[in-house]
Each structure stands twice: as C-alpha cells, then as structure tokens.
C-alpha cells in the first residue's frame, strides 16, 4: 500500500515543541516532542502497557509519561519507569523513528531504520535562503496521496480549477517533455509568449507578454518541487521572476493524506503586501485542488471494479511515476517476503 523506505514530512518544525504532537504516517501513528536541547523525537504513539496514545500524556525532562498508568519512555523508546512496580518487563519499550529536521520540516522515516540516510532528504534550502521570500500551507486532504500526486504531475487542470488565480486556457495548448532519472520525473512545460496569470500578474504588476514555465520534479514518493516562473520572451529561464512550489505529501492512509506546501518566490522578497497577497490567493488554490480531489476521492470508491483512468499524452508524467512507484512498492514486499520470520528455526 505505502512505500515505507523514504522520508516523509511529518510536521513543520514550528509545529514540534515539549508538548507531544500526534501524527498518521502510513496508518503508523506517530508521537513528536523535543527533548530539552531542543532535539526532535518521534516514536510510536501505543504505550507498551495497554496501547493507550502516548501523545495523551506528557513530558518529563528528556522523557514521555503515558497518561494513563504513568509508563515513561526515553527517547530511545526504552521504558525507564513503571511506576506501580520497581523492575520493568523486557518488552516495555516503543518504537523510534528516525527524523531529519531541515529548512523548517521535520522529516520522519517509516520503514527500515538500518536503511534510514539523511542524505536522501530531498533539497528544499529556498525555504532558509534569504534571497527568497516564502508563504506556507497546510491541509489535510480528504483523499489517496496517488491523486495529489496525478494532480500535480498534470498541471492541465490549472486551466479549469483555478481560473482566478493561476490558471490560463493556453496552459493545455502546449505539451510537455518527460524524462526520468531513477526515481525522479520531470515534466516539463514552456509556454510562450503569453500573458502572466492574475495572481502573479497583481504580485509581479507584470503586464504584456512573457515567457511561462513550469518543470515538476516529483521526487516519488514523498515531494513535488515546481520550478516555476516567467521570464522575458525567448529569454534565459534565471533571468525571470522564479517560483519553487515545495509539496511535501505524507499519506495518512488509504483515503487521507497531509499536504505541507511552501511557495518561495525570489521577486518582491521585502514586499510584506505581496506575500500575505500570496498567502490568500494560494490558500484559494489549495482548497479548490482539495475540494476537487475530495470529490474524486468518491469518485475512485464507487467506481466499478475493472474501470480505469483513460490516460492522455498530458498524462505521460503521470503514467511514468505510477510505474516507479508500483516498481518501489514491489522491491520493498520482496524484501520484506525474504526477511526470516522472528522465531523461526534455520
């Protein structure tokens, strides 16, 4: 169901303090605080005792106090304390999660912690750098994280959904380019000489013709960077007013997923009407994308069995990540079938 052996978004870092936070990560429930030097924890949120949620409890210095019978767990997820009792049974203990916590997300990973490497975290530095100026989102969509994917990887629907802020007929007028690189697509989308869409149009008061961009770096299965943009006509892309659209997407579960959105921009940085302009007109686009991926959402369920998508030349993106993802998901149960069974005698 969920590639497991990857990084996923688990919160901001501004989200994560001494209070515990809960999170669904792949229907693992997850619970995240900061020990007292500021480093985030993130274990698994079923007290050992009687699986009560240890986000409902508290910490205590380095450690979380299970609200219920008072269990504390380090942040190793060793138990360290029952309190009704001196010794403390061999199996009181909770899983850890590894994190990375970078350019103001908290990453999680969900599957193997040997396999775990913090290089893998995909680049996001615009966030920090201050050359550009960045407006943040969160939303938790009602829907399969496939769609969100689908939907950023097929930018057509601008045209339709978001008429009144970024989207432009001429947008599914011109194709796209594909390319893969292990487990990167790319898609690619130039569209020339055309007028900027209204709401980078107001931000930028860029008037005429220009030339528009968008490039989707879907990094499957866990993040969408857009490189987006105009520039002036048959003009260099570096040279235009530039756009990185950060999409973090964790699954929640089957019909649910968290959706952590940055948008940087690197024109009118020091323009604090542009960027709260841009954080209510990007809201809009959001929660149009979640309203109509909600309405699909309903739309997959009740579909008869044996009836899928009717896939396009627009959709090659698309068509491409599907397989990577299907490729990902078949190695990580192959591993998972040769690993022994826990007990079983050689």
Not at 100 to 110: F, L, P, S
Not at 251 to 258: A, G, L, R, V
Request: net charge negative; hydrophobic share 40%.
């Amino acid at each position: 169901m969920y590639v497991l052996n990857t990084w996923y978004v688990a919160a901001w870092s501004n989200e994560v303090d001494r209070k515990p936070v809960k999170r669904v990560i792949c229907e693992q429930p997850l619970v995240l605080f900061r020990t007292q030097n500021g480093t985030p924890v993130a274990l698994a949120d079923r007290c050992a005792h009687r699986a009560f949620p240890l986000s409902e409890g508290r910490t205590i210095g380095d450690s979380i106090e299970c609200g219920y019978h008072g269990f504390t767990y380090g942040a190793d997820g060793m138990c360290t304390k029952v309190p009704a009792q001196s010794t403390i049974p061999e199996r009181a203990k909770v899983r850890k999660y590894p994190l990375v916590e970078k350019d103001g997300w908290i990453w999680a990973w969900m599957g193997d912690a040997d396999l775990a490497d913090p290089a893998d975290v995909p680049d996001t530095h615009w966030m920090n750098d201050p050359e550009w100026a960045t407006v943040t989102h969160s939303f938790h969509f009602k829907c399969r994280a496939g769609l969100i994917h689908d939907n950023l990887l097929d930018l057509t629907h601008e045209s339709f959904l978001h008429k009144t802020t970024v989207g432009d007929d001429y947008i599914y007028e011109h194709g796209i380019t594909v390319e893969v690189e292990g487990s990167v697509v790319s898609v690619d989308r130039l569209m020339p000489s055309v007028a900027a869409p209204p709401l980078y149009a107001d931000t930028m008061d860029a008037r005429g013709l220009f030339d528009r961009f968008h490039c989707t770096e879907f990094f499957v299965p866990n993040l969408h960077v857009l490189h987006s943009g105009i520039t002036g006509e048959g003009r260099p892309r570096e040279e235009g007013y530039l756009i990185k659209v950060l999409n973090g997407i964790t699954p929640i579960d089957e019909h649910n997923s968290w959706y952590y959105y940055a948008f940087s921009r690197n024109f009118a940085v020091d323009d604090s009407q542009a960027t709260e302009d841009l954080r209510v007109g990007l809201n809009t686009v959001l929660q149009e994308d979640a309203e109509a991926l909600e309405a699909q959402e309903i739309g997959m369920q009740t579909r008869p069995a044996g009836e899928f998508d009717v896939l396009i030349a627009q959709d090659g993106g698309v068509a491409k990540a599907r397989r990577i993802l299907s490729t990902l998901l078949k190695r990580e149960q192959a591993a998972a079938a040769a690993r022994p069974v826990a007990g079983a005698r050689a």
